[in-house]
C-alpha cells in the first residue's frame, strides 16, 4: 500500500489504509458487486477497482457533491458507476449490491437510515456485507454533519461548528483535528456512527459486527447465517476489537492532535511576525519622517511660532522629536533656534 497516496496529509482519513482487510472480507464473501456510499476523493474507489478488474466484480459510487479527483477517476474509468445522489435516495433505487461500503455522512440518523433503506431492500434475502468507516473516534460517539440541513432539526445533536477536537474532551477543544460541523458533545443516545450501528444490531441478533480499532475504526457487519460467515470471523477475530491495535490507535491520534498544535502555534507565531514586521516598517517610516523633519527650516520657524504662541513653552520642539527618536542626549545646534 502506498501510504502517502492513501494517507490525506498524513491523518488516515481514507478507508484505503485498511485496504488488505477489506478487500479479504471481500473475497471471502465471494463479492460480485460492490457500493461504495461516500467517495470523497476516490482513493479507496480506485483500489476497489483495481480489484474488481481482476474478478469480473462491479463498483458503484454514490456521492452527492463528488470531488474533482473521483470525477476525474470516473473519466478515466468509465466501467465504475457514479451516482450523484444523497444516500437515502439512491439507496431507495439502485439495485443491492453484494457489500456495500459506508463511509458517508457520519451521524446517528444518517446511518439508521441507511441500514433502514439496506434492510428494507434485502427482504427476506442474504444481507450484504457491509463495512464502515469511523466506527472509532471521534465519530464513534458524536455526530457529524457535512450539511446540517439535511438532518431533520429534531434528529440533530446540538451543533459545534469550525472547531478542533481531541480525545479525552467531550466538548472542543482548543488544538486538535478540525471539524466544520460536529454534535458539541461527544456520547449520550443518538450520537455517533457506532452508536448507531448497535442501536441496529440489538434489535437483529442474527447480525455480527466487528470492529478494527484503526485509522479512526473500521467496521464489518454481517449475517452469521451467511456462508462466508466462518471465513470471515477467521479474517476478522484477530483485529476485532484487539487492545494492541487500540493503544496504537490512542497513540497515533494523540501525535495527530500534537502536529494540529505545533502547526496552530506555528502559525500564530507566523502572524505574529507579520504584525510585528508590519510595525517595524511603520516605525521606520515615522522615523525617517522626523528626521527629515528636524533638518527642516520650516519645522525651525514653525518651533519658533510656537513658543511666542504659548509664550516660551511651544506645543512642540526640536528636544521632543529627538527624545522621541532617542537622541535628546545630543548637543543641540545652531539651528535650534531661528536666526
Known amino acids: 500500500m502506498d501510504s502517502v497516496a492513501t494517507d490525506n496529509g498524513d491523518v488516515g482519513y481514507s478507508l484505503a489504509n485498511v485496504e488488505e482487510l477489506l478487500l479479504s472480507c471481500l473475497d471471502a464473501a465471494g463479492v460480485g458487486s460492490v457500493l461504495e456510499v461516500g467517495a ?11 480489484w474488481a478488474a481482476g474478478r469480473g466484480a462491479r463498483v458503484a459510487a454514490i456521492d452527492p457533491s463528488p470531488e474533482p479527483e473521483l470525477i476525474e477517476l470516473h473519466e478515466r474509468h468509465p466501467e465504475l458507476e457514479l451516482i450523484r445522489e444523497t444516500s437515502q435516495r439512491a ?7 453484494d457489500a456495500v461500503i459506508i463511509d458517508g455522512d457520519h451521524n446517528y440518523y444518517t446511518l439508521s437510515e ?11 434475502g442474504r444481507w ?25 432539526e429534531e434528529h440533530r445533536q446540538p451543533l459545534a461548528h469550525d472547531v478542533a477536537l481531541a480525545p479525552g474532551e467531550p466538548g472542543v477543544s482548543r488544538a486538535g483535528l478540525h471539524y466544520e460541523w460536529v454534535a458539541a458533545h461527544e456520547g449520550g443516545p443518538r450520537n455517533g456512527v457506532l452508536t448507531a450501528i448497535e442501536d ?30 466462518a471465513e470471515l470471523a477467521r479474517i ?21 492532535v500534537d502536529q ?29 519622517l ?3 523633519m528636524l533638518d527642516s527650516r520650516a519645522f525651525t520657524v514653525a518651533e519658533w511660532l510656537s513658543r511666542l504662541n504659548q509664550r516660551g513653552t511651544p506645543v512642540f520642539s526640536r528636544a521632543a522629536v529627538r527624545r522621541a527618536l532617542g537622541r535628546d542626549g545630543e548637543r543641540r545646534s545652531p539651528s535650534d533656534e531661528p536666526g
Open 236 to 256: 476478522l477475530d484477530p483485529w476485532d476489537r484487539n487492545p494492541v491495535i487500540e493503544r496504537l490507535e490512542a497513540n497515533r491520534v494523540a501525535h495527530l
Open 260 to 288: 494540529r498544535e505545533l502547526a496552530s502555534l506555528r502559525a500564530r507565531q507566523a502572524r505574529m511576525e507579520g504584525q510585528l514586521a508590519e510595525l517595524r516598517g511603520r516605525v521606520a517610516e515615522q522615523t525617517g
Open 114 to 124: 441507511e441500514l433502514r433503506l439496506l434492510e428494507e431492500r434485502a427482504g427476506s
Open 91 to 97: 439507496l431507495a433505487e439502485v439495485p443491492l449490491a
Open 128 to 152: 450484504p456485507l457491509i463495512a464502515f468507516h469511523d466506527v472509532g473516534w471521534p465519530h464513534g460517539r458524536r455526530d457529524a454533519y457535512h450539511d446540517p440541513e439535511r438532518i431533520p
Open 40 to 50: 470523497f476523493r476516490g482513493d479507496l474507489t480506485a483500489r476497489l477497482l483495481d
Open 290 to 292: 522626523l528626521k527629515r
Open 200 to 229: 441496529f444490531i440489538a434489535e437483529r441478533p442474527g447480525l455480527r459486527l466487528a470492529v478494527v480499532p484503526a485509522f479512526f475504526g473500521f467496521g464489518v457487519l454481517w449475517s452469521r447465517d451467511a456462508p462466508w460467515d
